[in-house]
T-cell receptor, first 116, second 109 residues
């Protein structure tokens, strides 16, 4: 039973390029969370999605960032026109039934984004 | 003031010592989570608890809902326990977890 998969594990982009980060939840999980860990800082919630729905995006920067979780395929976190301040580790987590039940979240290995 | 406060921020101990990491929170929660982040960066969920006490191997987690406080204990600590231990809450506002800043634990042989 594979865990949460994220790819790529490392991504290097130049300023102004786009970054696409992918997350495949654990089998049977339909709830996905994205978190960001800036260098020397703690983890911060970005967005919570169910299949085809964004449930809570209160932690997402208002510009350049978007997320989706289509009916088929992985969840995608997209960062347009990246800047150096976007350099961070981006973690995806999944759970079976959703936030209201206070469930255990299972984390992927993360994508380390470096913006040159 | 952060919703989740951890102490200590850094802790160095000798192998075999009993370790305690504390977490306080300031809002109502549905659950409290203890996570472990290894130097390679991966994050593992250790415990999720909403009351009482849980034990897994040498790890024990307790929570006092009235006092809004939780502790993570490690008995007979070992160098492989060296990691960042992170306290997080769910149900505190946003639908995702709200995290403490973590406790950097180093166990020396």
């Amino acid at each position: 039973n594979a865990g949460v998969m994220q790819n790529p594990r490392h991504l290097v982009r130049r300023r102004g390029q786009e970054a696409r980060l992918r997350c495949s939840p654990m089998k049977g999980h339909s709830h996905v969370y994205w978190y960001r860990q800036l260098p020397e800082e703690g983890l911060k919630f970005m967005v919570y999605l169910q299949k085809e729905n964004i449930i809570d995006e209160s932690g997402m920067p208002k510009e350049r960032f978007s997320a989706e979780f289509p009916k088929e395929g992985p969840s995608i976190l997209r960062i347009q026109q990246v800047v150096r301040g976007d350099s961070a580790a981006y973690f995806c987590a999944s759970s079976p039934s959703g936030a209201l039940r206070g469930e255990t979240q299972y984390f992927g290995p993360g994508t380390r984004l470096l913006v040159l | 003031k952060n919703e989740v406060e951890q102490s200590p921020q850094n802790l160095t101990a000798q192998e075999g010592e009993f370790i305690t990491i504390n977490c306080s929170y300031s809002v109502g929660i549905s659950a409290l989570h203890w996570l472990q982040q290894h130097p390679g960066g991966g994050i593992v969920s250790l415990f999720m608890l909403s009351s009482g006490k849980k034990k897994h191997g040498r790890l024990i987690a307790t929570i006092n809902i009235q006092e809004k406080h939780s502790s993570l204990h490690i008995t007979a600590s070992h160098p492989r326990d060296s990691a960042v231990y992170i306290c997080a809450i769910s149900g505190g506002g946003a639908d995702g977890l709200t995290f403490g800043k973590g406790t950097h634990l180093i166990i020396q042989p």
